[in-house]
């Protein structure tokens, strides 16, 4: 038989067992098709191939060994940055902040301090632009080249963040979380990320409630081709410093009144 007089499709029906592999050949006028039992481990393949239905393991096992690598390499940096926090002001060289994450929940969230100690709980409590007074010298570098984040490589190691996701909101800001709705309660399903799909769609400039928007999306849409596609972008968002400066509203309530964060 030539190969286009056969055509098989296969189905796996992943609702009983064992495992079928459902066999149809186009030649065999009249007969039904067949049932032939196939191992399990086409069932994994499949499920790997179906990322929405996988991708959640398999995400966690990438986290953990990508975050204690990075953890190792960049060691020396994260030395050498906190002596130079703590050189400059005084105060502890890690910033920890309550931030929501998975199922609201709230955790630690670990930056390199770039404000000056007590910084939030002096005007807004939030980081304001580029002219805020409360960011250090060093401060300003770290914040520049996004180097205050990598604390929250122990944050993914312990299970609080991921690589990709939501960026984790304040407990009190937009707004506590009682204040969110059904939808934007969506954004919760699962851990939240260094960075995101809001990140490299606006990331400061975005407002609340779009941001939001975008980071539900993330949620419906979450793969592994989706992540490596954020991952590069925010490489190169980081290198080319774009969007790391609030330059308007970024929350707007329904009286119209805006609040720079």
């Given amino acids: 038989d030539k190969p286009e007089d056969k055509r098989f499709y296969a189905t796996c029906c992943i609702e009983s067992e064992p495992l079928y592999v459902k066999s149809v050949d186009r030649n065999s006028c009249g007969q039904n098709a067949t049932d032939v039992p ?25 986290d953990i060994v990508i975050a204690v690598l990075s ?10 940055t906190a002596i130079a ?9 890690l910033f920890k902040q309550d931030r929501l994450g998975k199922g609201g929940k709230v955790f630690k969230i670990y930056k390199f301090r770039s404000m000056c100690q007590g910084a939030e709980h002096t005007g807004s409590g939030v980081y304001s632009g580029a002219d ?5 010298k060093v401060g300003k570098i770290i914040r520049a080249t996004s180097i205050d984040e990598l604390p929250q490589l122990f944050n993914i190691i312990k299970g609080d963040m991921s690589f990709i ?14 204040e969110y709705t059904e939808e934007q309660l969506h954004m919760f399903d ?9 990140q490299i769609n606006g990331r400061k400039d975005v407002e609340w409630h779009k941001r939001i928007e975008l ?28 969007d790391n400066v609030n330059n308007g509203a970024t929350l707007v309530t329904d009286d119209t009144k805006a609040e720079t964060v």
């Fill in 85 to 93: 926090v703590k050189t400059e002001s005084e105060g502890p060289a």
């Fill in 38 to 62: 196939c191992q399990k481990v086409f069932f994994y393949f499949y499920c790997f191939l179906r990322m929405d239905i996988m991708y959640q393991y398999v995400k966690r096992v990438l």
């Fill in 165 to 178: 996701g939501p960026r984790p909101p304040l407990t009190y800001h937009p707004w506590n979380i009682s």
């Fill in 190 to 198: 699962v851990r939240p990320g260094i960075s995101g799909w809001a």
């Fill in 215 to 242: 980071n539900c999306w993330y949620v419906d849409h979450m793969s592994l081709l989706l992540d490596i596609k954020i991952l590069f972008k925010t490489v190169f968002k980081v290198l080319k410093n774009e």
């Fill in 132 to 136: 805020d007074m409360r960011v250090t």
């Fill in 71 to 80: 953890a190792i390499l960049l060691s020396p940096l994260m030395a050498v």
